[in-house]
Nanobody, 115 residues
């Protein structure tokens, strides 16, 4: 597994914005898929947004139009711009990296959206 370094969580008001970032301290790894999952209290972990090394993106229906995932071409890193945040977005957000069917997870960063 690869160690993932997350940043950017915090407390924000309803309608506000946050930007999450995640970096993997590795060099060239070929094709990969990277992104974010989240887990709210008492709920299962769910996919939020993913991006491939070929820039194909996938979003959960609940965040489409509000969240944007992007990747850094210079290094293995992704960013999640979260706009128009809602209380139901409150969760621990986990960075995810898949390389050749091997999954790596970050420790999680907490996002709290107050109403």
């Amino acid at each position: 597994q690869v160690q993932l370094v997350e940043s950017g969580g915090g407390l924000v008001q309803y309608g506000g914005s946050l930007r999450l970032s995640c970096a993997a301290p590795v060099s060239r790894i070929g094709t990969y898929r990277m992104g974010w999952y989240r887990q709210a209290a008492g709920k299962q972990r769910e996919m939020v947004a993913l991006i491939t090394s070929g820039d194909s993106t996938t979003y959960a229906d609940s965040v489409k139009g509000r969240f944007t995932i992007s990747r850094d071409n210079a290094k293995i890193a992704v960013h999640l711009q979260m706009n128009n945040l809602k209380p139901e977005d409150t969760a621990t957000y986990y960075c995810y990296l898949q390389i050749s069917e091997t999954d790596s997870w970050g420790h999680g960063t907490l996002v709290i959206v107050s109403s």
